[in-house]
């Protein structure tokens, strides 16, 4: 991956403001089509990310690794650090700047797209079986991605991220956020797929440690794999 940091940022940037306006923007689209029908919306929802997280990382993976999610980019650091593969520290503040950004650009453009008022989110999601989940889907998304990444599979991210993402938004009770970025961009539409401003930080915490414990089994489980840029 030898883009410029400017163009891998803009990348990040159009990425997940994409990616936000994919799951708010379909997660509207289901509470018009399908009202009072909860789990028709989610499976609405839900395969309208599998297919549009895929598409876009094989859109954007070329230049920025597609990774939309700081959880990620944190994790690319840690494990590359010492070989000199990963982002550097200050690219993984950039890039969660760009990342963040993009995901209140694209609730507030799923918002115009279906004439909704722009607002804050007023949805609670802060339970515990919610935290808990959200350690669960984000460990799961940092192992799935890295460990294609340590074995040579990377071509398969884009199918496998998206699969993976659909399915839990199945057997996690939070509906799989996993994306600290997308968390607070999804606090600025008080729709569907919203989350209240008092659940991110818990959210994102919980998303932090998941990130840590997918790490700590990628070091388990690949020890003597070099991490090589997506």
Known sequence: MNSSLPRRLLAELLGTALLVAVVVGSGIAAQQLSPGETGLQLLENSLATVFGLAALILM??????AHFNPAVSLADWFLGRRAGTGLSLPEVGAYSV???????????????????????STKERATGGHLVAEIVATAGLVTLIFALVRSDRGALVAPAVGGYIGAAYW??????????????GRVFSDTFAGIAPGSVAPFVLAQLVGAALGVLLILALYPAAEVRRR
């Open 60 to 65: 954007f993976g070329p230049v920025s690794g």
């Open 98 to 120: 760009a990342q963040i950004l993009g995901a209140i650009g694209g609730a507030a453009l799923a918002n115009v797209m279906f004439d909704v008022d722009q607002a804050i």
């Open 171 to 184: 057997f996690t009770s939070s509906t799989s956020f996993a994306n600290p970025a997308v968390t607070i």
